[in-house]
């Protein structure tokens, strides 16, 4: 990916992680461009906020202020990480689930 891609794809990929209305934009607005940069975001991005989703469900039935504090400090980690790739303009897939998010969305940004 070179550079003017990157530089290009970075705003929608930075807007991609905030929330999941955020990613619904990134991918929206990224239809008619079709920037793989922004695309990339986007799909780490959907696949954390939907796996967020999921386990605050869970976390959700604890009565334990320790449980959720601990997951809403791993997934802020990983946002984090998310917003700081794409504001540097690189394409590091989140830890551990990152692969998994690329395969199960990869028909996005196609």
């Known amino acids: 990916m070179n550079q003017n891609i990157v530089d290009e794809g970075k705003t929608l990929g930075i807007v ?3 929330t999941l209305f955020g ?3 990134a991918f ?4 008619d461009k079709n920037n793989p940069f922004t695309a990339f975001h986007t799909r780490q991005a ?3 906020g939907l796996l967020y989703l999921m386990i605050a ?3 959700s039935s604890f009565d334990s202020m320790n449980i959720s504090m601990a997951f809403w400090l791993f997934f802020s980690v990983l946002y984090l ?3 700081f790739g794409a504001i540097t303009g690189k394409t590091n897939k989140i ?3 990152g692969d998994i998010f690329q395969n ?3 028909n996005i940004g196609q």
């Open 16 to 18: 991609a992680y905030l």
């Open 23 to 25: 990613t619904l934009i």
């Open 28 to 31: 929206f607005m990224n239809q």
């Open 46 to 48: 959907l696949g954390l």
């Open 57 to 59: 469900f869970v976390v």
């Open 81 to 83: 990480y998310g917003i």
């Open 95 to 97: 830890p551990l689930l």
């Open 104 to 106: 199960v969305f990869k």
